[in-house]
């Protein structure tokens, strides 16, 4: 069963406007969410996290957006320009993570000009 | 900048056949981990290690062995290539903090088996 979802498998979003990616959870043990940006043949890079003792954190263009009680967070992108286009993995770990993350299956974002 | 790499970065190979995938990084980091990932999936834990002489199994069972003797390498293994076996593979290394669990990856093999 999947603990990390994400419901969209693609998306498109015309440049300069917002995109909003989103990740359902169903682990209420998850304490720390990343977000990862992966580009085709290369591996998944870092691009923002949150705690869960938070419910926003922001780093330039990308916002996440966290909302314990609907186990639902959020990837804010603001203004999307064409280099954005990539996978994003939404992943999730508990306790320090021991173990690894767990991810969700992703969202192909891609941007128009 | 992460500096964890790995080769080969394409591998086409036969059935039956051994291969060891290569995983080093530079950064120190005692927690390393291999991923499989298949297009439009969600990439499944297979091995991790938290540090020399550490390896344990991940969520996905997988018929690939890994060893961890150095710090900076996490080779893996499989025996006998399988068809099944076709998926890309990932290799990522952590600094392992609590709360802190920022992944590096390398940059994958994309492995085809015939």
């Known amino acids: 069963d999947q603990q990390v979802k994400q419901n969209s498998p693609s998306l498109s979003v015309q440049e300069g406007r917002i995109s909003i990616l989103n990740c359902d959870y169903t682990?209420?043990?998850?304490?720390?969410f990343l977000w990862y940006k992966k580009y085709p043949a290369e591996g998944p890079t870092f691009l923002i996290s949150?705690?869960?003792?938070?419910d926003k954190n922001e780093d330039g263009r990308f916002t996440v957006f966290l909302n314990k009680s609907a186990k639902h967070l959020s990837l804010h992108i603001v203004p999307s320009q064409p280099g954005d286009s990539a996978v994003y993995f939404c992943?999730?770990?508990?306790?320090?993570?021991?173990?690894?993350?767990?991810f969700g299956k992703g969202t192909h974002l891609i941007i128009q000009p | 900048e992460a500096d964890i790499y790995q080769t080969p970065r394409y591998l086409v190979i036969g059935t039956g056949k051994k291969i060891t995938l290569e995983c080093s990084q530079t950064?120190?980091?005692?927690?390393m981990y291999w991923y499989q990932q298949d297009p439009g999936m969600e990439l499944h834990l297979i091995h991790y290690?938290?540090?020399?002489?550490?390896?344990e199994k991940g969520d996905l069972s997988s018929e690939s062995t890994v060893s961890r003797i150095r710090t900076e390498h996490f080779p893996l293994t499989l025996e006998s290539a399988r068809p099944s076996h076709t998926s890309q593979y990932l290799c990522?290394?952590?600094?392992?903090?609590?709360?802190?669990?920022?992944?590096?990856f390398g940059s994958g093999t994309q492995l085809s088996v015939l």
């Open positions: 682990n209420s043990m998850f304490d720390y």
């Open positions: 992943a999730a770990v508990s306790g320090g993570g021991a173990d690894g993350l767990t």
């Open positions: 949150i705690s869960s003792i938070k």
């Open positions: 990522a290394s952590s600094e392992g903090t609590l709360l802190n669990e920022k992944l590096f």
């Open positions: 290690s938290y540090g020399v002489n550490s390896t």
């Open positions: 950064m120190g980091h005692d927690k």
